[in-house]
């Protein structure tokens, strides 16, 4: 039997994806996610150098997910803002990691801090591309948008508690096609603003 270090790295990625996921960083167990790996403690050090870093790769990995696979672009903005909504329904664990983080973190230095502010740069010159007058702008807009669509996933019970929907699976699909409304009202004046200028 051959030792397969790629099958290895990611059986570790998953199961510590599950376990910060479940109890974030401070209450993560190394030994814990070893177990669920199929693999040794000195393996997790090994490939990712602990648990600090093992979780800012976690972090990292989930954002790049979506990140590198969504364009947000006023013309087409309630597409992608129906696309983001639904990744972040299929895929909770990346909102519980980032509020983990930032209870956690607070406003110091997050693992990877530079490589993931590059990425929003990225959106951000994308989002002056298309029309957004300055850069402050085209921040100030990612991140509404992003709150726009995270917070109804961020905060369940204060979403049940205001849509008094005993149905969280129509909850979520009712308030997907406001968010994509929302979305869309945004872009009109963005694009509306552009052509006017």
């Given at each position: 039997m051959t030792?397969?270090?790629?099958?290895?790295r990611?059986?570790?990625?998953?199961?510590a994806t599950?376990?910060?996921?479940?109890?974030?960083?401070?209450g993560a167990?190394?030994d814990?996610?070893?177990?669920a790996?199929?693999a040794?403690?000195?393996?997790i050090?090994?490939y990712f150098?602990?648990?600090?870093k093992l979780?800012?790769?976690?972090?990292?990995?989930?954002?790049?997910?979506?990140c590198?696979?969504?364009?947000l672009?006023?013309?087409?903005?309630?597409e992608a803002?129906?696309?983001?909504?639904d990744?972040?329904?299929?895929?909770?664990?990346l909102?519980r990691?980032l509020?983990w983080?930032?209870l956690?973190?607070?406003?110091?230095?997050?693992e990877?801090e530079?490589?993931?502010?590059?990425?929003?740069?990225e959106?951000?010159?994308g989002?002056?591309t298309t029309?957004?007058?300055?850069?402050?702008?085209a921040?100030?807009?990612?991140?509404?948008v992003?709150?726009?669509?995270?917070?109804n996933f961020?905060v369940p019970q204060v979403r049940r508690?205001i849509?008094?929907?005993?149905?969280?699976?129509?909850?979520?699909?009712?308030r997907r096609e406001?968010?994509?409304?929302l979305?869309?009202?945004?872009?009109?004046?963005?694009?509306?603003?552009a052509?006017?200028?």
């Amino acid at each position: 039997m051959t030792y397969d270090a790629d099958a290895t790295r990611q059986r570790i990625f998953e199961a510590a994806t599950a376990e910060f996921a479940e109890n974030g960083l401070a209450g993560a167990r190394i030994d814990r996610i070893a177990t669920a790996a199929r693999a040794n403690k000195q393996a997790i050090y090994l490939y990712f150098g602990g648990k600090e870093k093992l979780f800012g790769a976690v972090v990292r990995a989930k954002m790049d997910e979506i990140c590198h696979t969504l364009t947000l672009d006023p013309r087409t903005l309630p597409e992608a803002v129906g696309q983001l909504y639904d990744w972040y329904h299929e895929h909770p664990e990346l909102i519980r990691l980032l509020l983990w983080e930032a209870l956690e973190a607070g406003d110091d230095r997050v693992e990877g801090e530079e490589e993931r502010r590059d990425s929003y740069r990225e959106h951000v010159a994308g989002l002056q591309t298309t029309g957004l007058p300055d850069r402050a702008t085209a921040q100030d807009w990612l991140f509404t948008v992003l709150g726009l669509v995270a917070w109804n996933f961020a905060v369940p019970q204060v979403r049940r508690l205001i849509l008094d929907e005993p149905d969280p699976e129509r909850a979520v699909a009712r308030r997907r096609e406001v968010v994509v409304e929302l979305a869309r009202v945004l872009a009109d004046q963005v694009t509306g603003a552009a052509s006017r200028a």
